[in-house]
């Protein structure tokens, strides 16, 4: 593997930890309802439904990075879980949230829900904390 491969998979984590919370900050679904009298338009975030194991993912990522920052070498293996458990919780919640945990999005007479850009920001962000970590893994097993 080529030396520059070594160093993605950290920046990949990196991203991806950065990300997880802006995601979960974001709006995450806009629902619109257009009445005959007024319109109204709401924006939806990460706080209801499956949408809290995002946010949990996003704190865990937040956990790990700290601890990266603060003790680089010390209890990898710990912090690798952390960080393995909050990609998997904002994939996890992104996905559930779509078809279980927000409104669905469509549309019907008078009323649309559309994704906003949260939702896909910590879906991609679990997916590029994963592909970091097991980019990491290839890695070190090749090297070892």
Do not use: C
């Given at each position: 593997m080529r030396p520059g491969a070594?160093?993605?998979g950290p920046i990949l984590v990196g991203i991806g930890t950065v990300a997880a919370p802006a995601g979960c900050l974001l709006p995450w679904e806009t629902v619109t309802v257009d009445p005959a009298?007024?319109?109204?338009?709401?924006?939806?975030?990460?706080?209801?439904g499956a949408g809290a194991l995002a946010c949990a993912g996003a704190g865990f990522a937040l956990v790990a990075l700290a601890h990266r920052l603060w003790r680089p070498t010390a209890h990898a293996e710990l912090r690798e879980a952390a960080e393995a458990l909050a990609g998997t919780l904002l994939v996890l919640g992104a996905a559930l949230f779509t078809v279980s945990g927000g409104y669905r999005p469509g549309s019907g007479p008078g009323w649309s829900?559309?994704?906003a850009a949260?939702?896909?920001v910590a879906g991609l962000a679990?997916?590029?904390l994963l592909t970091g970590l097991a980019l990491g893994a290839v890695t070190r097993r090749r090297a070892g």
């Open positions: 070594a160093r993605l009298s007024t319109s109204g338009i709401t924006h939806l975030d990460a706080f209801h829900v559309a994704i949260g939702l896909p679990g997916v590029t």
